[in-house]
C-alpha cells in the first residue's frame, strides 16, 4: 500500500507541476487585447476595397444606362425636329395657297355718298 500511495504521489506531484506551469503561462499572456490596430485596420481597408468595388461597378452600369439614355434622347430630338421642319413645309404650302386667291369676276361695290 504504501508503494501504491508513492506512484500516487508521484502522479499528484507530476500533475500540481503541470497545472501550475500552465498556470504561469496563463497570467503571461496578460490581459485581452480588445482591438488589435494592425487587424483592425486591414479589415476596414479589406471592407472598403470590397465597397469600392461594388461602387465602382454600379457606376460603370450607371454610366452605360446614361450614355443609352442620351443616344435615346438625340435619336428622339432629331426626329422632333425632323417633323417641326415638316410643319414648316406644310404651313408654307397652305400659307400660300391662302394668299393667292382665286379671282373670277371681282367687282368693286361703290359706296353712295350723301350729301
Known amino acids: 500500500m ?18 501550475q506551469q500552465a498556470q504561469a503561462e496563463l497570467t503571461a499572456l496578460g ?4 482591438d488589435i490596430p494592425e487587424l483592425v485596420e486591414t479589415a476596414n481597408l479589406i471592407r ?20 443609352k439614355y442620351s443616344e435615346a434622347l438625340e435619336e428622339l430630338l432629331s426626329t422632333v425636329f425632323e417633323i417641326q421642319n ?3 413645309e406644310i404651313v408654307k404650302e397652305q400659307s400660300s395657297l391662302i394668299s393667292k386667291p382665286k379671282r373670277t369676276s371681282t ?7 350723301k350729301k
Open 31 to 34: 490581459e485581452p487585447v480588445s
Open 2 to 19: 504504501i508503494l501504491e500511495k508513492v506512484g500516487a504521489g508521484n502522479i499528484i506531484y507530476e500533475l500540481r507541476k503541470k497545472i
Open 48 to 67: 472598403s476595397n470590397e465597397y469600392l468595388q461594388k461602387a465602382n461597378l454600379k457606376q460603370n452600369e450607371l454610366l452605360a444606362t446614361y450614355e
Open 86 to 88: 415638316d410643319l414648316k
Open 107 to 113: 367687282k368693286r361695290k361703290t359706296k353712295n355718298t
